[in-house]
């Protein structure tokens, strides 16, 4: 699967199903919001979150950097939630807190790393 398109449409399509049980499985955290906004909403979070991922990730990374280096590597996880709370942000009828999006942003890099390895994957020959 090294077609560009078709990775980018697999990846949209599990982090939609990863947001999806996320909110399903941890909800928004918030006691007076209930989560009634269905695979639609979450699809669309989906792409908003390929985006923002692709775009806002480096630059938090290079600003983190020292923050990252000192907690060795833990800091990662405040910024995949930072990622998931904007994402939310933007994306209509969703919302999470801070601390949701990040338990949430560490479902979504297990989802991401999956597909990597499983791209990148290649049997051995004999």
Do not use: H
């Not at 990662?76 to 919302?95: H, K, Q």
């Not at 807190?97 to 051995?124: D, K, R, W």
């Amino acid at each position: 699967m090294k077609n560009p398109i078709v990775l980018f449409l697999v990846r949209w399509l599990l982090n939609s199903v990863a947001l999806w049980a996320a909110f399903r499985v941890f909800g928004s955290g918030y006691d007076d919001i209930d989560v009634t906004a269905g695979f639609g909403a979450c699809l669309i979070a989906g792409l908003i979150f390929s985006f923002v991922n692709a775009v806002l990730r480096p630059i938090l990374i290079i600003l983190s950097l020292p923050a990252i280096v000192w907690s060795l590597g833990l800091f990662m996880l405040v910024v995949n939630g930072i990622l998931v709370y904007v994402t939310l942000a933007l994306a209509p009828n969703l919302s999470m807190t801070f601390l949701n999006s990040i338990i949430t942003g560490m479902l979504l890099s297990l989802v991401n790393y999956i597909i990597s390895t499983m791209v990148n994957y290649q049997p051995e020959k004999k």
